[in-house]
């Protein structure tokens, strides 16, 4: 007879874990919408560049000692200014991603930003972190 108390309190505990699942339940399938079914199959055409992916910010990085790098390796000045002035012909509102060492001379950031700006970029953004 103490085994059934026993379990009747551990089935107790359970229960209203059970009903708010369902209810859950209930609620994400009265609140998804549901896709209603094609009415018949569409190919969509080939794109002009294959694998042509939306463009996402070009990332710069600089080290303390003024060495750069573009899009995870490292780069001359004159290479990176190429590069990028080739990414901006293709799309023009490109975002450029600084991330600068704290330690790096601010006067090189600001000829870098100017530079960059110069072939066209028009959105700087300068990488921080959260202060300890």
Same mark, same amino acid.
């Given at each position: 007879?103490?085994r059934? %108390?026993?379990?009747?309190a551990?089935?107790?505990?359970?229960?209203?874990?059970?009903?708010?699942? #369902?209810?859950?339940?209930?609620? #994400?399938?009265?609140?998804?919408?549901?896709?209603?079914? /094609?009415?018949?199959?569409?190919?969509?055409?080939?794109?002009? /560049?294959?694998?042509?992916?939306?463009?996402?910010? !070009?990332?710069?990085?600089?080290?303390?000692?003024?060495?750069?790098? #573009?899009?995870?390796g490292?780069?001359? %000045?004159?290479? &990176?200014?190429?590069? &990028?002035?080739?990414?901006l012909?293709?799309?023009?509102?490109?975002?450029?991603?600084?991330?600068?060492?704290?330690?790096?001379?601010?006067?090189?950031?600001? %000829?870098?930003?100017?530079?960059? /700006?110069a072939?066209?970029?028009?959105?700087?953004?300068?990488?921080? %972190?959260? !202060?300890?």
């Amino acid at each position: 007879m103490r085994r059934e %108390r026993r379990r009747r309190a551990g089935e107790e505990r359970l229960l209203p874990l059970v009903n708010v699942v #369902f209810l859950l339940l209930l609620v #994400f399938l009265i609140a998804g919408r549901i896709a209603p079914p /094609q009415p018949f199959a569409v190919t969509p055409p080939p794109t002009a /560049q294959d694998g042509a992916r939306e463009a996402g910010p !070009a990332l710069v990085a600089m080290a303390a000692d003024g060495r750069l790098a #573009f899009e995870g390796g490292e780069i001359a %000045r004159a290479d &990176l200014m190429a590069a &990028l002035a080739a990414r901006l012909a293709e799309t023009p509102a490109l975002e450029v991603s600084l991330m600068v060492d704290e330690a790096a001379d601010g006067a090189a950031l600001a %000829r870098l930003a100017a530079e960059m /700006q110069a072939l066209g970029a028009r959105t700087l953004r300068l990488g921080a %972190r959260a !202060a300890p």
